[in-house]
């Protein structure tokens, strides 16, 4: 006998890069189905903005991904605010694309801090919490990019193959702690990330409210693996069982081979120009971090002992 999906009424929802996109239409789906949300984005004025618009007691915080003491001091604020978490959706990401070798090392760099070392430390953080528990509800958000490759989006890729492979691992490893697990994989989505590329040939792009209502039948219903469409899992399922010449076919068939290989580049300006003052903003706040800690240092050494 199926079981009866849960009630989201009342839980406690964490999720980063809340303030757009995917995220805030979580947000709205969760908001709707009674939950208590707290919206995480590296933008604070954003996170306050989104929080303030969807309403329902929902708050915006800052939280930066690829810093352990931001991501901490976020669920902590959260917890101290609406009470113990319940679920974390590791939403924030981003997605440069271009040829593999004119790639920049800290364009890669940020991908990997980002898309992947950003899910590993919130999956840390909310993983203590729910064991301890024995109840709680892990989403990390993959891509389609995670389960096949593409030309111009190696690196973006790789990151997102790993976020599957974690989910995996992590799900096998606290299934018998009372922690569920599950990997949202949706195809290129109509959000600004995906601006300017084409889609899969064959299938509707979906927007962010789909993603969303996906999102909210995994935390009801405690399944591992979600494919938006739903019908790519199972053009997922059969290339695996067909011959790698084959399954090159049916993806170029699709358009994989195509995906990220000719950007609108002028489409796609308004999101480069967001990812680099983003940076550039992440990396003032770590280098003025860093610069208190080397201050408080040299004076702890002044103090006489």
Not at 16 to 42: E, F, M, N
Not at 81 to 104: C, H, K, R, S, Y
Request: hydrophobic fraction near 45%; proline fraction near 4%.
């Amino acid at each position: 006998m199926a079981k009866a999906p849960r009630s989201l009424g009342g839980r406690v929802v964490a999720i980063t890069g809340g303030g757009r996109g995917i995220g805030r239409a979580t947000a709205a789906a969760l908001i709707a189905q009674g939950a208590r949300v707290a919206i995480g984005d590296i933008a604070y004025e954003l996170a306050q903005q989104t929080a303030g618009e969807l309403g329902s007691g929902t708050i915006g915080l800052r939280v930066d991904v690829t810093d352990r003491d931001s991501f901490a001091s976020f669920l902590d604020a959260v917890e101290a605010q609406l009470g113990p978490l319940d679920v974390l959706v590791n939403n924030a990401g981003i997605m440069p694309v271009g040829p593999f070798l004119e790639e920049t090392d800290a364009t890669a760099r940020s991908q990997v801090d980002i898309n992947l070392y950003g899910v590993i430390t919130g999956s840390k953080l909310a993983l203590e919490r729910f064991a301890a528990r024995r109840h709680g509800h892990l989403v990390n958000i993959a891509s389609i990019a995670g389960k096949s490759g593409a030309p111009c989006g190696a690196t973006y890729c790789a990151t997102k193959h790993a976020v599957v492979g974690l989910s995996d691992s992590l799900r096998r490893e606290f299934r018998s702690a009372g922690v569920d697990v599950s990997v949202v994989i949706p195809v290129g989505t109509n959000t600004e990330l995906y601006s300017g590329l084409p889609q899969l040939r064959g299938l509707k792009t979906p927007e962010p409210d789909d993603v969303a209502a996906a999102i909210v039948d995994a935390l009801r219903t405690g399944r591992f693996e979600v494919y938006v469409p739903k019908v790519m899992g199972l053009v997922v399922r059969s290339t695996a069982l067909v011959p790698l010449r084959v399954a090159d076919a049916l993806g170029s068939l699709l358009g994989v081979d195509r995906a990220f290989t000719a950007p609108d580049h002028a489409a796609r300006a308004a999101y480069d120009a967001r990812m680099a003052d983003t940076a550039a903003s992440a990396k003032q706040v770590r280098s003025d971090k860093q610069a208190t800690a080397v201050a408080t240092a040299e004076e702890a050494e002044k103090q006489p002992v």
